[in-house]
Every structure is written in C-alpha cells, then in structure tokens.
C-alpha cells in the first residue's frame, strides 16, 4: 500500500513504494501490449489493462498474469509461446523501471543505494 506524505514543494507529492509501483506499471504495459494483440478497442484495451494487474494478486510471482494472458490470447486466436510472453513481460518490466526513473529519480536512487 502507498503512503502519503505532504511535503513543503508539493502539498499533494505521493510517496511510492517503487517496488509496488514497478510491479503495477509492468502489468499495465503488458495488459495494454496483449490487448492490442488481441484486437481490442481503445477502452477496452485500458479496461484489459486493468484486469491484467489485478489478476497478478492471485499468487505470489508474475505465472498468474503469465497465464491470464496466455489464455486469453488462445481464446482470441492469437496464441503465443510462455516463452514469448515472459519475454514481453520482461520488456515491460525494464520500461517501467525506467519510467519510474525518469518520474522519481529519487526514490530509484534510494532503493538501490
């Protein structure tokens, strides 16, 4: 869970557990990459998105967001290898390290310090 702290720049500034946030920006990345991949339209692809994340609460790792997508790709016709998949999703994990990079450089920087 995020905590919230008021800072004298910005009253409304979020603190992140960048963990969490890298974790939720990946499945994103990857929940709107597979539904392009399955046709979607625009909402749907965001509304895709979303269940994608939310089915990686189901166990521990990243194999229940593997398997959503792998599934609902098949179901689409458009089936593709697990290999592949953890390949995208790999791809999606270093895009969204960097974009917290570049967001909060900060707190990137005090993780890994």
Known sequence: MASHSRTNDDPYQTEYDTRDAEIARRNILFGLWAGQRMGLESEAIEDYAWSVHLADGENPGH???????????????????????????????????????????????????
Not at 68 to 78: E, F, M, S
Not at 81 to 86: F, H, K, N, T
Not at 99 to 111: G, H, N, S, V, W
């Open 63 to 113: 194999d229940d967001v593997i398997a959503k997508v792998a599934t609902d790709l098949a179901r689409c016709g458009r089936p593709i290898s697990d290999r592949q998949l953890r390949s995208y999703l790999l791809e999606m994990a270093m895009r969204a390290s960097l974009d917290l990079a570049q967001t909060y450089p900060e707190a990137i920087m005090k993780r890994r310090g």
